[in-house]
């Protein structure tokens, strides 16, 4: 399975109409947040394959909405909200072809804002995932395959400011839970030397950036 990472930024190579050719053996695609709903759109739309995706710190008008309880009913999100194609996982766990994958929006909290979390907070959105991943640990003999995030982990591709400092639970999680990958965005690169990948423990965290491809066995 080939999957389409985006985040953060309006990729000229993805938001063009070579699109279709491009990118044309992609598989899925993972929005790790900070992108305006009508981009994600244009994405689905033309590459006619599932987009899961989580809010980030900005570009967050329709948060609230998306977190309303009856967005998980049959064809509320559908007739309701923008982005008809689009699959929000923020706090949720979702089996998509042949993986398991949960999503954790928001930032780090820095002023109040929309979608930002104390590392309290943030460690109580990872325990609503726990049922539906202990699910998985018994039926599927896996928690989980891929763990969608806006911040980064701490001390991983992040920033010492308090905006962009990342979350020391997402280390926890990835220590107990051992997703194969950890895909964030929120961590703007500006030089082609910086690092897009690294391996903690088990697990691959990689900044989704502009744009960034990955290929599973599925």
């Not at 900070?34 to 590459?47: E, G, Q, R």
């Not at 008008?61 to 923020?90: D, M, Q, W």
């Not at 995932?129 to 992040?158: E, K, M, Q, S, V």
């Not at 500006?190 to 066995?217: F, M």
Request: with cysteine.
């Amino acid at each position: 399975m080939k999957i389409l990472c985006i985040a953060d930024q309006i990729d000229p190579l993805v938001y063009s109409s070579s699109i279709k050719t491009r990118y044309r053996d992609v598989d899925l695609v993972l929005s790790a947040g900070d992108l305006p709903l009508d981009y994600l759109d244009f994405v689905v739309s033309s590459l006619n394959c599932p987009l899961l995706f989580v809010f980030g710190n900005h570009h967050t008008s329709e948060y609230n909405s998306y977190r309303n309880p009856a967005y998980f009913l049959p064809g509320f999100a559908e007739k309701t909200l923008p982005g008809a194609g689009l699959i929000h996982v923020g706090s949720s766990v979702r089996k998509e072809g042949g993986l398991i994958i949960a999503g954790l929006g928001g930032a780090m909290m820095y002023n109040g804002g929309t979608n930002q979390y104390t590392e309290g907070q943030m460690l109580m959105e990872i325990w609503k995932l726990f049922p539906r991943l202990l699910w998985n640990r018994i039926f599927r003999g896996r928690w989980l395959d891929i763990l969608l995030t806006h911040a980064a982990p701490l001390g991983i591709h992040d920033k010492g400011d308090p905006c962009h400092r990342g979350f020391r639970c997402f280390l926890w999680f990835m220590r107990t839970f051992k997703p194969r990958y950890l895909v964030h965005g929120h961590i703007h690169l500006y030089d082609l030397a910086d690092v897009r990948s690294t391996l903690y423990e088990q697990t691959i965290v990689i900044n989704a950036y502009g744009q960034y491809l990955i290929q599973t066995d599925e």
